[in-house]
């Protein structure tokens, strides 16, 4: 097991032990090529390790860490959601929360965010527009900082990442569609799961590889 890591310019991890608060997400490093890309990365594995770590959906219990208004115009500016389906988030009269947005049947049609790959889609999007600003970034590690048995160098527990997980297999999402729940989870890392939820369609998430459970 190793710290959360960055990229160096060969690609290859480097720990990362030049951030004050223990993660790269937060600050960044001149030494890492491309940091808005590795902060992304890095966000998707926080709220991969939280749902292991605690045995709890992140989404769920931070229902409240952004402001969602915002969030549904970025959606709607990356074309991730319709007029139509803006209008219907904006006609709630009750407080809208992350879960009546990535966990419901106006995004997800078929299965409301609780397939395996719609989860990865959700999660994919979070952690895209959370990276975005070290405020954003800080509420995240804010978040899952002070977990039960913070006790690795000041480092969450959380954000330390198996190396194994970094690993890119390359699986094309048609042989995805095709694994079960217990082959995905077996062979797909982080970085494929990353990988596979930026490049997935709504529509194509929205499919039902058997409901994730924690």
């Known amino acids: 097991m190793q710290p959360v890591r960055g990229i160096e310019q060969h690609g290859r991890p480097q ?12 600050r960044g490093s001149e030494r ?4 808005s890309g590795a902060s ?6 926080v ?7 605690i045995n709890e959906d992140y989404i769920d219990i931070h229902y409240d860490i952004i402001d ?20 219907k988030y904006l006609s709630i009269n009750d407080s809208l929360y992350l879960t009546d947005i990535l966990k419901d049947d106006k995004l997800f049609t078929n299965t409301c965010g609780m397939s395996y790959l719609s989860d990865i889609k959700a999660y994919t999007l ?26 690795v160098s000041g480092i969450s527990p959380i954000c330390i990442i198996d190396d194994t997980e970094m690993f890119y297999h390359n699986y094309h999402l048609y042989y995805v569609f095709q694994m079960s729940i217990y082959e995905a989870q077996q062979l797909l890392s982080y ?9 997935m369609t709504i529509s194509e998430a929205d499919t039902c590889i058997p409901i994730i459970e924690f």
């Open 68 to 87: 969602t208004i915002p969030f549904l115009f970025w959606l709607k500016g990356k074309n991730v959601i319709t007029n139509e389906q803006l209008e």
């Open 191 to 199: 970085k494929d799961q990353f990988n596979i939820g930026i490049n």
């Open 47 to 53: 709220f991969r390790e939280f749902n292991k770590e």
């Open 126 to 151: 979070l952690a895209e527009y959370m990276c975005q600003t070290k405020e954003f970034r800080e509420k995240l590690w804010n978040s899952i900082h002070n977990i039960e048995n913070d006790i």
């Open 15 to 26: 720990t990362a032990t030049d951030s004050p608060v223990g993660c790269l997400f937060v």
């Open 40 to 45: 992304l990365f890095l966000c998707y594995c």
């Open 32 to 35: 890492i090529r491309n940091v």
